[in-house]
């Protein structure tokens, strides 16, 4: 089949935007398209381009006989701004609360377009780190991993707090909740993550950071590294924060609940871009 | 800014693919990229073709002052044989059986590259018709449901068999697990669904059907409606079926724990294309 300029560039735009993070030779697109290698090379760089200004991404080359092309989707500071803000907006309404001082968000979690947003936006801050696996504990924050682990092409893996007889053998361990201080259980399948990975741990909301905090200990028994922590809203509203390095979107500051009010900023966001 | 085709081209291709399903007035493009309707309208032709084409699905142009363009995504069949065959071919292997017939799944469920893949070909047979929402059962389902519910641009909904705090007032309803005959609860927050909404239920494995049918049960409380029903594996080896219809990619039939071999086959996919 022969394309044409335009529709090789709908296409490689399809297939770089399915295909974040990974190598692709100029052969598989010059094959593809039946077209010489420098046409495809003035095609990419008319994409990287539109990519770079359009705040989409970026292409990146890398030259020689291994070399090819990989798609890196970045966010830029401008969307993330108004994403952020956004998502301010959204949490700052008092029907949000919920007994305890948590609030709902049940509906901006449910939202796919809101979640893949939120990937995006860590996803760019980790784009250039090795991470092999993004993990999360269930089930708030499965949506929020599978959306950064899109952006990243890393697999999840999902740590529960009961076993369940279809995951197999599991490796567990006791944690602290580091609000309640109760001693609490969590797992993971032993077949699910393997020695010495990279792990990005996502999760929606850290309090004084108990959850994450068994988290890393859970890690510790496969042996894994932590290479980030990200969460969607971390509350001040803590004594001691058991958890030092992570990156947050949305800080929640006095949360008052007698007063039904909620105070709710940016996160640390933009100082790890 | 002024762009050229090209440069348009590459952006309303990425518009497209980030918005599903979304009617987008021509004016929006035109003013975006500052040129006539007539070149909006023939850059759309180009992609229109492409796309169908390549597969990925088509642009339904709608006239009139609140016409508009929208992107509709589509598997093709070669597409959906092709991958439903790869993931019988990942399903077969003898190392994924679990006591009580069960499959070890985790693996498949943790890919987002997989995952996306199931959610297009369920949206692609849902695509006309009037979802409101996906909903699904925790855990293993959740990755999938938002895999459709973004390729249909509508809202999750998660169903728990465990109350939360965070969730605020729930309805609950017992159910009869249909293997093992137990009566179990499920519940699904009370803000969480509309009455009246037309419901898409989407899981990862059916036997003989308690989890879906609870579901179904839950929904009548919210006098919400089942407007199908999508799962990526069902069990063949059951003596009743309490649902009826419904849409599978791949069929479990003899599973034999004791000799440890697996018979995976195409589900009934294709009978409802």
Do not use: W
């Not at 190598?23 to 495809?40: G, H, R």
């Not at 924050?141 to 197999?168: M, N, W």
């Not at 990005?200 to 994450?212: C, E, H, P, S």
């Not at 290479?227 to 800080?251: M, T």
């Amino acid at each position: 089949m022969k394309f044409r300029r335009s529709g090789r560039l709908i296409d490689m735009t399809h297939y770089f935007l399915q295909n974040p993070q990974r190598l692709i030779p100029l052969t598989y697109f010059a094959d593809k398209y039946n077209s010489a290698k420098s046409s495809i090379s003035e095609d990419m760089a008319i994409i990287k381009h539109t990519f770079e200004q359009q705040g989409v991404g970026t292409l990146l080359t890398l030259p020689g006989a291994a070399g090819g092309v990989k798609f890196i989707p970045k966010a830029s500071v401008e969307e993330a701004k108004g994403f952020i803000d956004e998502l301010c907006g959204m949490m700052a309404s008092p029907e949000r609360l919920l007994p305890g001082g948590y609030l709902y968000l049940t509906d901006i979690l449910g939202n796919p377009r809101v979640v893949n947003k939120i990937g995006r936006l860590f996803a760019s801050v980790y784009a250039e780190r090795k991470i092999d696996v993004v993990m999360t504990v269930a089930t708030k924050g499965i949506p929020l991993a599978y959306a950064v682990a899109q952006f990243l092409d890393v697999p999840v893996v999902i740590v529960r707090k009961d076993s369940k007889v279809t995951e197999g053998s599991t490796v567990s361990i006791n944690y602290v909740s580091g609000s309640s201080k109760r001693i609490q259980t969590m797992l993971l399948a032993k077949r699910s993550l393997e020695t010495g990975s990279n792990v990005l741990i996502i999760d929606d909301f850290m309090k004084a950071g108990g959850t994450v905090n068994g988290m890393i200990s859970l890690l510790e028994e496969f042996q894994a590294k932590v290479a980030g922590i990200g969460v969607l809203v971390e509350s001040e509203d803590i004594e001691e924060r058991l958890v030092d390095e992570y990156i947050s979107l949305v800080k929640l500051t006095d949360v008052n609940v007698k007063e039904k009010q909620i105070n709710v900023k940016e996160g640390n966001y933009f100082a790890h871009l």
